[in-house]
């Protein structure tokens, strides 16, 4: 499988932006889906957006519009752009990868996961 490691994580205002990075090694990224996934405290672990191999995003519903979701095959680098961050979006944001086409929005079906990179932000 891959070799997950996130970064870009940190304390931001409301209003403000971060841009997530998961540095992926192994394999062919291209033949992978991705995701990033995101947990509160005391909160189960949920889809933020995740991306087909072929590259085709998905988001939920709360972050449309302020997140985007991307990948750089040739560095075997996904991102997380987030922007106009809310108090809600503070969690511990994850990267996952699962060889296939269709990305799905269940945690379950991913096998690779990184560490994490905490997004705080505050009122």
């Known amino acids: 499988g891959l070799h997950l490691v996130e970064s870009g994580g940190g304390v931001i205002q409301t209003g403000g932006s971060l841009r997530l990075s998961c540095a992926a090694s192994?394999?062919?990224?291209?033949?992978?889906?991705m995701g990033w996934f995101r947990q509160g405290t005391g909160k189960e672990r949920e889809a933020v957006a995740t991306?087909?191999?072929?590259?085709?995003?998905k988001y939920i519903d709360s972050v449309k519009g302020r997140f985007t979701i991307s990948k750089d095959a040739e560095s075997g680098t996904l991102y997380l752009q987030m922007n106009d961050l809310r108090p809600e979006d503070t969690a511990m944001y994850y990267c996952?990868?699962?060889?296939?086409?269709?990305?799905?929005?269940?945690?379950?079906?991913?096998?690779?996961w990184g560490r994490g990179t905490r997004v705080t932000v505050s009122p």
């Open positions: 996952a990868a699962e060889p296939g086409l269709y990305a799905s929005m269940r945690a379950a079906d991913y096998t690779d």
């Open positions: 192994g394999y062919e990224l291209r033949a992978y889906y």
């Open positions: 991306l087909n191999s072929d590259g085709r995003p």
